[in-house]
């Protein structure tokens, strides 16, 4: 379904192709997160560039911040990632039966917390457990940080700095006024995207789990900060979800199951909004074939989230890699807009009506002296003319006051970076009739790893028929499967071939992908092709078919048929792949069909 980058040259690690298979499965999950996210809950889609201007992501600080802490073999300078190289080396060190209790608890808390230790702490922890470099047992230097961001000059000059977006989330910040024009100005609302992000991964590993270009969707919930119910919360509050709370990780290292209504109303999730997208988040992913058991919530401990962050849950799916985050669902307060606004001297705020009604508030106008600005501040005096204009224009009591007290104390005033004397600026008191103000809106960001679900996806779809280790099958959910429906005739003779096209043009017209197996293995070997690459429906053609307009129509797990008539197949099929009918209510509906398979 995957191959490395690339199949004419030698591979370079961190970056894969798509097969046919894949690339469908990968499509299907897309077509999926779209419909149960910005179709079902009415978000605003974008598509921003990839490559970003560096003002952006110094601003948002991923150009001092967006780092791991990496470690070289001191003889061979090979790179590594530290956090990861302590993890394998605590995990050698549990193999060992004749640990303590405590011994072992201790070795697994560290390696829980690997990925959250600051650069001092890792140096400590790779010294105490002897962490060698894993291909030649050499020493290694003491860890240091590393910019996971593709740098790219902008224009034939290379005078212009930009990267590669090591996240979408960007594009949609900077966005924001033009979003909130298109939502008619209200709150609270949301923005999605789709689209390729790029990170220079230190160490590329796992397969689709740690890759240097990759997909992502992303949403960012734009709300007031200090109304952060969710009206459709009550829809989602008895649904159970097996949560890992910070607690637990210090403590017992127990998960608990728990109705999201529950951990909200308790304070163990933040929020509402932020614990109804945990909610539906687990809907989305059980439904595109992510096993419950094998699904949790785990909520990031103190020292590893952002300093402006209220709370952060990720979406962990266990793996023979072990427990693998997925979607990371965070409170990430006002920090975005507010930094931008603050970078840019764009005011990205909402305006929002006071709930008690209007209010008379106290104004202070600040006056200028046009005539004087001209004179006294030449080619600065647009700056402070515009700076005064957004004082006026937003009220800005606290700005205005401050002003006006350095006029009265200094007899000026610094306006804009700019000194301003009392002679071209002056002000005027009062009171003014207002209905709301303007806010700075939180954001709430679940944010999905494309390539890591899909990787689960595999892992977790994949087993092995009872009766034979060799046939091996991927039990796709209907809904990302990479066809649909697979069309066989009985045997290669040519008035059981005949009908294929017809049947297959039936299919297609409903939406149904199809794949034709005509060749001239036995049918029993053909079933197994396809339910190696997940295909859940089969269509057999055989003699009924020329007499009665019949098919059987095969279900890929129980590997049961029934027989059904080319007028309701489609209809059927599409029912089936839609999950608005399960297999057993079409076995109940339809005559068996007996086929002992070889």
């Known amino acids: 379904m995957l191959c490395l980058v690339c199949f004419v040259f030698s591979g370079v690690r961190g970056l894969y192709d798509y097969g046919p298979p894949g690339s469908a499965v990968k499509n299907a999950l897309v077509a999926y997160w779209r419909q149960h996210f910005v179709l079902e809950e009415n978000m605003l889609e974008i598509e921003s560039t990839s490559v970003t201007p ?12 967006f780092k791991d802490f990496m470690v070289k073999d001191k003889l061979t300078g090979e790179c590594h990632r530290a956090d990861h190289l302590l993890e394998e080396t605590i995990e050698k060190l549990l193999e060992n039966d004749k640990l303590t209790a405590d011994e ?28 060698k470099a894993p291909d030649t047992g050499n020493d290694i230097s003491e860890p240091f940080p590393f910019n996971l961001m593709f740098p790219t000059p902008i224009g034939p000059s290379g005078r212009e700095q930009g990267y590669l977006r090591p996240e979408t989330a960007q ?17 609270p609302f949301a923005a999605a995207q789709v689209g390729p992000a790029f990170r220079n991964e230190i160490s590329p590993r796992a397969g689709l789990l740690r890759v240097r270009e990759f997909t992502l969707a992303e949403i960012e919930h734009f709300v007031v900060p200090d109304e952060k119910d969710h009206p459709k919360f009550d829809s989602v509050k008895n649904l159970e979800l097996r949560l890992f709370p910070r607690s ?3 403590g017992d290292l127990k998960m608990i199951m728990m109705t999201i209504g529950e951990a909200v109303q308790k304070g163990i999730v933040n929020n509402q909004t932020l614990g109804y997208f945990l909610a ?10 992510i096993k419950p058991h094998k699904l949790r919530f785990r909520q990031h401990l103190s020292n590893e989230m952002a300093h402006y962050a209220c709370d952060c849950w990720d979406a962990e799916i266990e793996t023979s890699y072990g427990w693998i985050e997925c979607v990371g669902n965070a409170d990430r307060s006002a920090y975005d807009l507010t930094v931008h606004s603050k970078r840019s001297g764009e005011a990205l705020e ?13 104004t202070i106008e600040l006056v200028l002296n046009k005539a004087a600005v001209g004179k006294a501040l030449k080619s600065e005096g647009k700056k402070v003319i515009d700076a005064v204009d957004k004082i006026n224009d937003t009220l800005d009591f606290a700005e205005a006051s401050r002003i006006v007290s350095e006029l009265e104390k200094d007899g000026k005033a610094h306006v804009a970076g700019i000194s301003v004397s009392k002679d071209v600026l002056s002000s005027k008191k009062g009171t003014k009739r207002v209905i709301g103000k303007g806010i700075t809106p939180s954001v709430i960001e679940p944010s999905f790893g494309i390539g890591r679900i899909l990787y689960c996806i595999f892992e977790h779809a994949y087993n092995v028929r009872p009766s034979s280790e060799q046939r091996a099958v991927l039990s796709f959910k209907s809904i990302v499967a990479p066809i649909k429906v697979a069309v066989l005739p009985l045997m290669t003779k040519p008035e059981l071939l005949e009908p294929i096209s017809r049947i297959s043009k039936l299919l297609t017209s409903r939406g149904l992908s199809i794949k034709v197996d005509d060749s001239g293995a036995t049918i029993g070997r053909r079933y197994a092709r396809m339910d190696e690459i997940g295909v859940p429906f089969g269509v057999t053609i055989d003699y009924d078919t020329l007499k009665n307009n019949t098919v059987t129509l095969r279900e890929r797990d129980s590997m049961t048929q029934v027989l059904i008539s080319l007028d309701q197949l489609a209809e059927t099929l599409n029912s089936l792949v839609l999950e608005e009918t399960d297999w057993e209510g079409i076995r109940s509906s339809f005559p068996h069909v007996e086929v002992k398979e070889e």
């Open 54 to 65: 560096e003002i952006v992501l110094e601003t948002s600080g991923h150009v001092e911040k």
């Open 104 to 131: 072992r608890h201790t070795l697994e808390s560290v390696k829980a917390q690997a990925d959250n230790y600051t650069v001092e702490e890792l140096h400590a922890a790779l010294t105490k457990y002897g962490a």
């Open 171 to 187: 594009g949609m910040f900077v966005n924001f006024k033009r979003l909130l024009e298109f939502n008619g100005g209200r709150l």
């Open 248 to 250: 637990a990780q210090t």
């Open 280 to 289: 539906r988040v687990q809907l989305f992913l059980l439904r595109v074939g």
């Open 350 to 362: 909402a305006f929002v009506e006071f709930k008690d009604g209007p209010r008379q508030i106290d």
